[in-house]
Structure formats: structure tokens, C-alpha cells
């Protein structure tokens, strides 16, 4: 009956021209915004786009818009951007990827319009294919009431039995039941002929987005708290990559300040644990920046902060699976052939590697320089991972990150599996995308013991590289050598110093070519059945390749002259003989041997090695030569100078 007595008060009503422009032109652009009307978290709707479907509101109300012609034209566009989705997100990659690229950039980084959500392909799209779909229906429903209203007009001036029809009372009853109010004393001609003319602007209609303007900042702090759970736990999901629970968020803008409760992010390589969790989390918030879209966070605080705890259930993956890195030449092992449990060690590898190409970026190109073929295959990924609804056109985003810590103080943090520790972290300019930070950024954890150490660094005037600096004092060697296939150590302590530059961008992920200095104290070396106790000894390792597999190397001198320090002549024999296959260094062994029986100098094994080395590689490469040229011969003469000699 509603819906009856609606179509019928259009079509007996006074509403004009512009009115009807006005109605189906907003109608169609609010109907076509992606998931708007659908509960939860279906296509996204006013949490993707709240300052675009607030403003369209407000114009239905202030511009003296049809209400019924909206809301009839509101629902059937609605229906049709379902099955027109993909028009819609295509239309978007048209408009933000080509000829209105630098208008729709200005828009999404401007204040206000920062929050209409149009850096999404499918709203932006959908805006543009509800516009036209308005402008078409409104001038074919006004020309429809044009000629009703007409030849009603004509039936009323012209036919004694259709007055008389109208005249009567039941008439005027069942028309008022089904057709609604209509237009009142006037006449259908009158009514036709001022169908072309606007009202201007509803004064009530102003008044009422007033009112509830007025309102929304008020109930805010309910109703903001919704939003912001929605908002965060989407994007906070998309950067980890993984899946990330969240109970629940406040927001207070008059005091700046939001909550989050109940935070639990999963580790995207072991999906069965949590990478973080938090009771709650309090944030300091920049309310000036929030008009342009942007969260600065004065001060991050975290209330009993933990680190891999089990989940209740497992997450879920969305980040693609890395490539494996390519192979390193040089010296050295790999993981793989130094531990006993290498794939767990590299899942690891990959977390941390993670960690810190989202702490100083991935090093490559921005998204604003991105060129056509990396654009096309990052924007094929997300329609693949989040849906048309959920694709950004992240090259839009102005010269500022969309969101930064300024200050971030986890204190208490505990870890699974480790016993009777707390570690402290503080970080300062930590930003979405650092390049575009405000200074440099700094992220540290330390353990109150002073056992534990890390340090990360990034500076945009040195892009593309991160600072690392990481100290582990009196580690069991026991806990250490578990992890080993073959370690010829037990007892006593290690000390581990790291510190260098990690390269970001190339093959593989983070590149690291860092010293790692293992000072072992306290210990048993065991070679070949030979023990000796040693009370200090300082093990020079070299860290080189993706962080992801490292290629693990030891500095064959240095070690030598810190096994003489040590005073451990009585394993020299059994060292020279099995260093090549402990250390994977060829000719370490027969180096090592010299120093430890004091028959050679260090400097006078290091000038031998060089020189061994230098000859093995000229060597080497005469023999490339050679054979290359027997080919290139062979390709040349069928069967070769063998073949012909042979002839002769």
C-alpha cells in the first residue's frame, strides 16, 4: 500500500523539473555507493565513504529534492550497482587511473572531502555511473509526467464524463487511498505549466541537516566508536597482512582521544599464535589532522601488551606468499645446513623481514611512481584478496602518511617462551609509509635485565636503508647449540652484537651484509673426539644475503688469531682438518692450522690465502674461456678441430 500511494503521489503530485532532476540525479549516485544499506560488514557502505553519503543526505534535504522520487530511484539503484559492480569499478579505474586522475588526487587528499571515500575504485566508479544513470531516469520520468500531467490536463477541460467521474466522491476517496494527497486544489493545467520551475532552497530541510549535524557531534563518542572499530580492524588487517581481531574501539574527538579493546593481531607465517595482543590501547589523537583523512597519534600506550600467545582459533592469510630469495654467491652456509629446525628458523626470518620493510618500507617504488604494469598487477592482487569494494588507488595519496605514531610506549611486553623476562618498547615517527615521515624513525626493545637489546633506524635521507642494532648478552650455549646440527660447543654462555644497514627493495626483500660478533665465555669446544675448556673466545660470523636466508660466513683470520688468544694449540690438528667443513670456507682448515701451531703469522697466512684465491680464480676463469671457445668453434665447424684433423 506505501508503495502504491507513493508511485501515485508522484504521479498526481507537484513535483518539478528540478526537483525530479534532483532526486534521481542523488538517488543514483547514493544508490551506487558500493554496500551502502547492507548490514555488518557487507561492501563496506558508510564506513568506506561517511563524508559522501552525510553530503548527499544533506542535498536531498537543503536543494528541495522529491523525497518519494529519491528514495524509489535510491532502491532501485541499489539493486542494479549489484549486478553492475564491475561497471562501476571499471568506470573508477577510468576516471582515477586516467583523464580525471589530478582532480579526483586534489579531492582525496583535501579536508572534507578526504572522507568521501573516493580513492576506492568502485565508489568513485559508482558515483559517475549513478550520475548518469539520475540524469537519464529524471529527464525520462519528467517527460512521462510531462505528457500525464497534459493530456490529464486536456481530459479534465475537454471530457464532461471525466469530471464528472472525478466529481465524485468515491472517486476522491479510493483515489486519496491508493493514489495519495495529489495535487491539491490545483488544476492539471496549472500543475503542467509550472512543472519546469524550481523552489530553491527547503528551509526546513536546512534547518533539519542543522540540527543533526549538530547531533552527530554529540553522539559521537557512541556511534564514532563503531566506525572507528570497523575502519581499524580493516586496515590494520590489510597491513598485517593477516587476520586481526579487535573488540571493540571508543572515540572522543572533543578530548582526542580513542581506545581500542581486546587487540589480538595473528602471525601470518604461524596463523595458530598472535604476533601482538593487547587488553586495550590508548591513543592520543591529533583532531586536526582527521578532517584530511589522516590519524596522527600524538602517544600510543598499550595495557598488558604480550607477544606469541596461542589463538583460540586460527587466523586467516591474505598477504601473498613471498617468492623464495634468490640464491647468494660466496662463502658461507645457509640456515639450512647450520639448524635443526631450518623451516621454523626461516618463518621466523620472513617475520622479522616482514616487520622491518613495514617499519622503513619496502624500498621500491612509491605508489605514486609506480609505473602502468606494477599499477595493473597490484590492483589485480586486491580485487583477488579484498574484493572491488575494497580496492584503493593508493598512488592518490598525497605527501603524508595516512597514519603516524608519534611517540609509542609498550611497557611490560611479554613473550611466549620466554621465561622470567619483561621487555620495554618505545618507537618515535613510526608512520604507514616512512618515506613521507616526519623525521626519522625509531623503534627499541629492550629487556629490563639488560640481557636483550634492539635498535631499528630509518632515515628518509638515507632511503632504502634501515639501521640494525641488536645485543644479546649471556645466552645459554646450551639453548643455542639446540638449534644446531652439529655444534662442537656446550657449556657456558654467548654474547651476540649485530649492528649495521639493512638494504630494502632488492630481490628477495631486506638485504642484509652485517658483522655478527659471538662472544662465547665459560665454554667446551669438542673437535674430532679432542675437548679444551675455553674461557673466552670472540667467534667473528658474517651475516650476508635476504634477510628471509642469510648466508651464514666466518672471517677465517680472525678466528684464527682469537683461537691463538685463547691459548688452544692442542685442537689445531683436528680444526685444520674439518674447518673447510664446519665453516664452509674453502682452504680455512690449512689457514687455521698455521696460526694455532704459531708456524705462520697471521698477516703471513692472510698474504698466502689472497694469493691462493687470486690464482684458483684465474684458473677458473681460462678454463670458462677455453670451453666457451670450443663451443663457439663447435657452432662454427660441424664436429669440430677434432673432426677435421681427423679428416686429414
Given amino acids: 500500500m506505501f508503495l502504491f500511494r507513493k508511485i501515485g503521489s508522484i504521479l498526481r503530485g507537484k513535483a518539478t523539473l528540478p526537483q525530479i532532476l534532483a532526486a534521481c540525479v542523488l538517488g543514483g549516485m547514493l544508490g551506487f555507493v558500493p554496500g551502502f544499506f547492507l548490514p555488518g560488514d557487507l561492501g563496506g ?8 553519503i552525510l553530503a548527499l543526505f544533506a542535498l536531498v534535504l537543503v536543494i528541495d529534492a522529491n523525497l518519494a522520487i529519491f528514495g524509489l530511484v535510491t532502491l532501485v539503484a541499489k539493486l542494479l550497482s549489484f549486478l553492475l559492480l564491475p561497471v562501476s569499478f571499471a568506470a573508477g579505474r577510468w576516471l582515477l587511473d586516467g583523464p580525471a586522475e589530478g582532480i579526483f588526487r586534489v579531492l582525496v587528499n583535501a579536508p572534507v ?65 491508493f493514489c495519495g494527497k495529489g495535487k491539491g486544489k490545483a488544476s492539471w493545467r496549472e500543475v503542467a505549466e509550472r512543472d519546469k520551475r524550481g523552489k530553491g532552497v527547503r528551509i526546513l530541510g536546512l534547518v533539519v541537516v542543522l540540527v543533526l549535524g549538530a547531533g552527530l557531534w554529540f553522539v559521537q563518542a557512541r556511534f564514532g566508536g563503531a566506525w572507528l572499530h570497523q575502519q581499524a580492524q580493516h586496515a590494520l588487517t590489510y597491513w598485517n597482512g593477516a587476520t586481526v581481531d579487535l573488540a571493540g574501539a571508543t572515540l572522543d574527538l572533543a578530548g582526542g582521544k580513542v581506545a581500542f579493546d581486546g587487540l589480538a593481531i595473528s602471525d601470518k607465517e604461524r596463523l595458530d599464535h598472535d604476533v601482538f595482543r593487547a587488553r586495550g590501547m590508548e591513543f592520543d589523537l591529533a583532531t586536526t589532522d582527521l578532517l584530511a583523512g589522516r590519524f596522527v597519534i600524538d602517544k600510543l600506550a598499550s595495557g598488558e601488551p604480550k607477544s606469541g600467545e596461542v589463538r583460540a582459533t586460527p587466523g586467516k592469510r591474505i598477504a601473498p606468499v613471498e617468492p623464495p630469495p634468490p640464491p ?100 618515535a615517527n613510526l608512520s604507514s609509509n616512512p618515506s613521507l615521515g616526519e623525521g626519522p624513525a625509531v623503534l627499541k626493545v629492550a629487556s629490563r635485565s639488560g640481557a636483550f637489546g634492539l635498535e631499528l633506524r630509518y632515515d628518509q635521507t638515507a632511503a632504502g636503508r634501515a639501521g640494525l642494532a641488536l645485543s644479546y648478552k649471556g645466552l645459554p650455549v646450551e639453548s643455542l647449540a639446540g638449534a644446531l646440527k652439529d655444534s662442537p660447543v656446550r657449556g657456558g654462555t654467548v654474547d651476540l652484537v649485530l649492528d649495521g644497514a639493512i638494504e630494502l627493495g632488492r630481490d628477495g626483500g631486506a638485504w642484509i651484509d652485517l658483522p655478527l660478533v659471538a662472544t662465547l665465555r665459560g665454554t667446551t669446544m669438542a673437535v674430532g673426539g679432542k675437548s679444551a675448556a675455553i674461557e673466552t673466545l670472540v667467534v667473528p660470523l658474517g651475516l650476508r644475503g635476504p634477510l628471509r636466508s642469510p648466508k651464514v660466513s666466518i672471517d677465517a683470520k680472525q678466528l684464527g688469531d682469537a683461537l691463538v688468544a685463547a691459548g688452544r694449540a692442542e685442537l689445531a690438528t683436528e680444526v685444520r682438518a674439518r674447518a673447510d667443513a664446519l665453516l664452509g670456507v674453502p682452504g680455512v682448515g690449512e689457514a687455521l692450522g698455521g696460526v694455532i701451531d704459531g708456524s705462520k703469522t697471521p698477516a703471513q697466512l692472510l698474504e698466502e690465502a689472497k694469493q691462493k684465491a687470486e690464482a684458483e680464480a684465474k684458473k677458473r676463469l681460462e678454463e670458462e674461456a677455453k670451453k666457451q ?20
Fill in 45 to 52: 557502505g558508510f564506513m568506506q565513504a561517511p563524508g559522501l
Fill in 328 to 427: 647468494v654467491e660466496g662463502p658461507g652456509k645457509s640456515i639450512d645446513e647450520y639448524l635443526e629446525d631450518a623451516l621454523v628458523w626461516k618463518e621466523r626470518l620472513e617475520q622479522v623481514a616482514g616487520w622491518i620493510e613495514k617499519f622503513g618500507g619496502s624500498g621500491a617504488t612509491s605508489p605514486a611512481g609506480e609505473s602502468d604494469a606494477a599499477r595493473d598487477e597490484r590492483v589485480v592482487h586486491d580485487q583477488e584478496t579484498l574484493g572491488l569494494v575494497n580496492v584503493i588507488a593508493s598512488h592518490l595519496v598525497g605527501k603524508h602518511p595516512k597514519v603516524t605514531i608519534r611517540e609509542l610506549a609498550f611497557d611490560g611486553l611479554t613473550i611466549a617462551g620466554v621465561a622470567g623476562e619483561t621487555f620495554d618498547v618505545v618507537g
Fill in 113 to 177: 572531502t578526504a572522507w568521501f571515500g573516493l580513492e576506492r575504485y568502485a565508489t568513485s566508479g559508482g558515483v559517475a555511473v549513478g550520475l548518469a544513470f539520475g540524469l537519464v531516469l529524471g529527464f525520462v520520468t519528467w517527460k512521462a509526467l510531462h505528457a500525464l500531467r497534459l493530456k490529464m490536463a486536456s481530459l479534465e477541460e475537454g471530457s464532461e464524463r471525466f469530471q464528472a467521474f472525478t466529481a465524485k466522491r468515491s472517486t476522491k476517496v479510493l483515489t486519496w487511498v
Fill in 629 to 648: 671457445a670450443e663451443e663457439a668453434l663447435k657452432k662454427r665447424l660441424p664436429g669440430g678441430i677434432g673432426d677435421i684433423l681427423k679428416r686429414r
